[in-house]
């Protein structure tokens, strides 16, 4: 295999953007493509959260998942999310989540 064949990213190292998935840009959350398809909107990113950063409530068409790398997430229905979850949302979800000390997570979006 060649370096060609292979893409790396480092959470840690690499440079997060605006976030502006769910609307206006919320400057508390920043996000990183990791082999997201911006046309199709599935794919995988990285989504950093400040400490108290909400995010806007939305309608999920396909499944989300995603996997809590730092810090805590609470849904909109109470659950606390921490280093090592999972979480797995079926399309037609609808829900917001919070953080009270920040996080970051790698989110993964697939058709339905």
């Excluded at 921490?82 to 697939?110: K, M, Q």
Aim: hydrophobic share 35%; glycine share 12%.
């Amino acid at each position: 295999m060649s370096g060609e064949q292979r893409k790396q990213i480092n959470l840690h190292a690499d440079k997060f953007g605006e976030y502006d998935m769910e609307g206006p840009v919320q400057d508390d959350i920043s996000w990183l493509s990791l082999s997201l398809d911006e046309k199709t909107g599935f794919g995988c990113y990285a989504m950093r959260m400040e400490p108290g950063a909400v995010t806007v409530a939305h309608d999920h068409l396909g499944w989300e998942e995603f996997l809590i790398v730092e810090g805590d997430l609470v849904d909109s229905d109470g659950t606390v999310f921490g280093p090592g979850d999972f979480v797995s949302y079926e399309p037609g979800t609808h829900h917001n989540s919070h953080t009270e000390g920040g996080c970051l997570i790698a989110v993964f979006e697939r058709p339905a």
